[in-house]
Structure formats: C-alpha cells, structure tokens
C-alpha cells in the first residue's frame, strides 16, 4: 500500500502526510483535496525548478490525491520554458497529454494557447461545462505556460 500524501498549500508539493510540515518549503497548511466539483485544482510542475522525471511524478501524485474528490477541472502549470520558447517540463507534459498517457483519468485537454477570450475551443469547453466558466481565470487566457483538463467524472 503506498503512503498517504497531501498537497502542501504554500509550495504545491506532495509530502507524505505524516510529515508534520512540508520538507520543501517548512508550511504546516496542506490543500483540502475534497473541494467541490466547480473548484479548480492547481498543480504546479515548476515550483522549485525540479527535473522533467520530478515534474511528472509530481503530476502523477497529485493525480493519486485527487482520485474520487469530485474534482473537475485541473489547471496545470508547466511554464513556458526561461527561453520562452518552451521549456522541457511543458514540451514533456503535452507530449503525455497528446499521447493519451493519462487517458483513464483525463478526458480534454486545453492548451493555454486557446484559452483566449471568443476563441472557439474556449466556448465550446464553456458550453459543454457552463459551471466552469467563472474558474477560468486571467492568468490563464491564452497562456502557453498552463495546461486546463477536465477530469473523467468517474475517476
């Protein structure tokens, strides 16, 4: 049986939860997981600059703890890459997005890019799901920087 893990609130990381605070950042305040089915869950793969191998073992937990807590929508922050035209971390995740590594469990997945305001991937995703409509944020129209999915129902 794996140990259990939580999400520190402070830095993102996953930490078993046993461990009274989180090795990375010190913070005692972890994410509440069961938030409610309009909510946006937020991992970001980029806090404290780790390895792709470490980014996407992260996204793997996060995906662990959020398994049947109703959530979703999962906002993805993978950066744009220091050189701005794209970094390792975001070149590996949408290669796994676009290779279906994470079928099971996602279902559509919205680049950054087309997260602009009347752009047509956009209305459609809000037409499909209107209570989604008031977490897409700024910070997310048309940035290449994060990934939006939208989690089976099911998982």
């Not at 996407?56 to 993805?76: A, N, P, T, Y």
């Not at 897409?136 to 990934?147: F, H, K, L, S, V």
Request: aromatic content about 6%; some cysteine.
């Amino acid at each position: 049986m794996k140990p259990q893990k939580v999400i520190c609130a402070q830095c993102g990381n996953p930490r078993l939860m046993m461990l009274n605070e989180c090795p990375f950042c010190g913070d005692t305040k972890t994410l509440d997981t069961t938030s409610s089915p309009k909510s946006t869950y937020v991992i970001n793969l980029e806090v404290n600059m780790p390895t792709v191998e470490d980014a996407m073992d992260r996204f793997q937990d996060h995906l662990d703890l959020i398994k049947g807590k109703s959530i979703r929508m999962v906002k993805v922050i993978h950066g744009h890459g220091s050189t701005g035209s794209g970094g390792k971390i975001r070149h590996a995740f949408r290669q796994a997005m676009d290779y279906g590594l994470w079928g099971e469990s996602i279902i559509e997945v919205y680049y950054g890019e087309v997260l602009a305001p009347h752009h047509l991937e956009l209305n459609n995703l809000v037409e499909r799901y209107p209570s989604l409509k008031q977490s897409i944020t700024r910070d997310m129209q048309g940035n290449p920087g994060i990934t939006l999915l939208i989690i089976d129902k099911n998982y």
